[in-house]
C-alpha cells in the first residue's frame, strides 16, 4: 500500500497527547514540511515517529489546528466499505443493547472510532452530519457501508455546522438516499417531531433524554417553563407526567410549531411563547410570576475560547433569571453544550447566579449526554453537555 505519512518528531512536547494514544495530532506536534502541506486536505494517511514508530492511519489537513484525526493505531489499515461497516455494526450494537427503540445516536464520532461523523437514527431515516475534510472525502464509502449495515430509506446529509469552515468545506444540506425530511421522534414514551432538514443540527437532540426523564419526575401537579425549549422536548414529557401547566418559551416558531403539534400527538397542552428567552424571564421576574420547575437549556453561549468571558458571564445570568422565576421549593435546570467552558467554570457561574438572586439551593442532579453519545476516554473535551439540577429553598 503505497500513503503517504506524517512524521511526528522526536522530543514533541506540549499539547503532545499521541503518546498515550489519543486519536488527535495538533499542528505543532507533526514535521510540517513541504510535502505535509502538498497532502490534499482530507487525505488518508500514516502517523509515524521520526525514529519509525506505527502512531496509526488517520486523514489529515493542513488547514486545521487538529491536523490528524486517528482511525486506528495501526498503520495501512485500509479505510473503505467494510471498515465503516465494521465500525457501523460496533456502534449499532451498542445503541441494540441501550434502546428498544431504534430512536438514537448512532454514532458519536471518536466516541465510536469514526472522527468528524455524528449520525442521529429516526427509525428508518438516519441524520448524518459530517464536520472534517476527511469524512467528507468519504461519503460514498460512508453511504455504501450504511445501506450493508442498515438499509435506512432516508439518508439527509446534514452538512451545515459552522465548524465545516475551519476544515475548508462548503455549507449544504442535501437528501443522499429517499425523500421526507420532517419525521417523528420516539422517546421516553413520547412522540415528537423533528425537521431534519431545517431542525437546528441534526433535528433533534437526543443528548438531553436521560434528563429529560429525570425532571419529569417531579413534574405531576406543577407548573413547568420549558426555556429554549425548542421543539418541546423538556416540556412535553412534563405534560405527559401530569404538569397542570407547561409554558415552552423560545425564539423560533417554527420549533415552537412542532412542539404544539407533538403537544397534540401525545393528547397534552402547552402555551408556546414566542420571545427572547432572557427579555421574557426579565418580564416574568417583574409581574411577579413564577413556576414550580424552571428548566433551561440553552445554546453554546461559548462557541469558542475567545468566547469564554463573555458567556460564562451569560450563564451566571441566565442562572439568576432563572432562580428568580423558580417558586419557592422548586426546582431548576440549567444546562450547557458549551465544550469551550469547563465544567467547574459552569458550576461556578451557575452557583454565583443562584447566589445573586438570593436563593438558596441544594445541587442534587449533575448529568452529561447519555449513553449513546460515547467519549473517547482520551477526549476528555469531547464530553460537551452538563446540566446541573438544584431544588430551591
Known amino acids: 500500500m503505497s500513503r503517504k505519512s506524517i512524521i511526528l518528531p522526536k522530543g514533541t512536547k506540549g499539547r503532545a497527547r499521541a503518546h498515550s494514544g489519543s486519536p488527535w495530532i495538533f499542528s505543532n506536534e507533526i514535521r510540517m514540511d513541504e510535502a505535509a502541506k502538498s497532502i490534499t486536505p482530507g487525505a488518508v494517511i500514516n502517523v509515524r515517529g521520526e525514529d519509525g514508530r506505527a502512531f496509526g492511519t488517520g486523514y489529515?489537513?493542513?488547514?486545521?489546528?487538529?491536523?490528524?484525526?486517528?482511525?486506528?493505531d495501526d498503520c495501512d489499515v485500509a479505510i473503505d466499505r467494510d471498515f465503516f461497516a465494521v465500525r457501523l455494526g460496533r456502534a449499532l450494537a451498542l445503541r441494540s443493547a441501550l434502546y428498544d427503540r431504534p430512536f438514537y445516536r448512532l454514532v458519536h464520532a471518536?466516541?465510536?472510532?469514526?472522527?468528524?461523523?455524528?449520525?442521529?437514527?429516526f427509525n428508518d431515516t438516519l441524520a448524518v452530519q459530517i464536520g472534517t475534510a476527511g469524512m467528507e472525502?468519504?461519503?460514498?464509502?460512508?453511504?455504501?457501508?450504511?445501506?450493508?449495515?442498515?438499509?435506512?430509506?432516508?439518508?439527509?446529509?446534514?452538512?451545515?455546522?459552522?465548524?465545516?469552515?475551519?476544515?475548508?468545506?462548503?455549507?449544504?444540506?442535501?437528501?443522499?438516499?429517499?425523500?421526507?425530511?420532517?419525521?417523528?421522534?420516539?422517546?421516553?414514551?413520547?412522540?415528537?417531531?423533528?425537521?431534519?432538514?431545517?431542525?437546528?443540527?441534526?433535528?433533534?437532540?437526543?443528548?438531553?433524554?436521560?434528563?429529560?426523564?429525570?425532571?419529569?419526575?417531579?413534574?405531576?401537579?406543577?407548573t413547568v417553563l420549558d426555556a429554549y425549549s425548542y421543539t418541546g422536548g423538556f416540556g412535553i414529557l412534563a405534560a405527559k407526567a401530569g404538569a397542570k401547566e407547561v409554558v415552552c418559551l423560545d425564539s423560533s416558531a417554527p420549533a415552537l410549531a412542532l412542539a404544539e403539534e407533538s403537544a397534540r400527538a401525545n393528547s397534552v397542552k402547552i402555551t408556546p411563547v414566542k420571545a427572547d428567552v432572557f427579555e421574557e424571564?426579565?418580564?416574568?421576574?417583574?409581574?411577579?410570576?413564577?413556576?414550580?420547575?424552571?428548566?433551561?437549556?440553552?445554546?453554546?453561549?461559548?462557541?469558542?475560547?475567545?468566547?469564554?468571558?463573555?458567556?460564562?458571564?451569560?450563564?451566571?445570568?441566565?442562572?439568576?433569571?432563572?432562580?428568580?422565576?423558580?417558586?419557592?421549593?422548586?426546582?431548576?435546570?440549567?444546562?450547557?453544550?458549551?465544550h469551550n467552558i469547563p465544567q467547574e467554570r459552569f458550576a461556578q457561574e451557575c452557583a454565583q447566579g443562584l447566589m445573586r438572586a438570593g436563593r438558596g439551593a441544594a445541587l442534587i442532579h449533575q448529568s452529561g449526554a447519555g449513553p449513546d453519545h460515547p467519549v473517547h476516554p482520551l477526549l476528555p473535551e469531547s464530553a460537551y453537555l452538563n446540566a446541573l439540577v438544584y431544588a430551591l429553598d
Not at 489529515?60 to 487538529?66: D, E, G
Not at 409581574?287 to 469558542?304: C, Q, T, Y
Open 137 to 222: 472525502r468519504q461519503t460514498e464509502t460512508l453511504l455504501q457501508a450504511l445501506d450493508i449495515v442498515l438499509k435506512p430509506k432516508t439518508v439527509i446529509l446534514r452538512n451545515d455546522a459552522p465548524s465545516r469552515t475551519l476544515e475548508g468545506l462548503d455549507s449544504y444540506v442535501k437528501t443522499a438516499k429517499g425523500e421526507g425530511q420532517r419525521i417523528a421522534v420516539e422517546e421516553n414514551g413520547a412522540r415528537y417531531f423533528a425537521d431534519l432538514a431545517e431542525g437546528q443540527k441534526t433535528g433533534w437532540y437526543y443528548d438531553q433524554r436521560d434528563n429529560r426523564a429525570f425532571m419529569s419526575r417531579f413534574a405531576k401537579g406543577k
Open 60 to 72: 489529515f489537513n493542513p488547514k486545521s489546528l487538529i491536523a490528524v484525526r486517528l482511525w486506528s
Open 110 to 121: 471518536e466516541g465510536d472510532g469514526l472522527p468528524g461523523l455524528v449520525i442521529d437514527r
Open 281 to 338: 424571564l426579565e418580564r416574568l421576574k417583574a409581574a411577579g410570576e413564577n413556576f414550580d420547575i424552571v428548566l433551561a437549556d440553552p445554546p453554546p453561549f461559548v462557541k469558542s475560547k475567545k468566547d469564554l468571558e463573555p458567556g460564562a458571564k451569560a450563564y451566571r445570568k441566565l442562572a439568576r433569571l432563572a432562580a428568580e422565576v423558580t417558586a419557592p421549593g422548586g426546582f431548576l435546570m440549567v444546562a450547557s453544550c458549551s
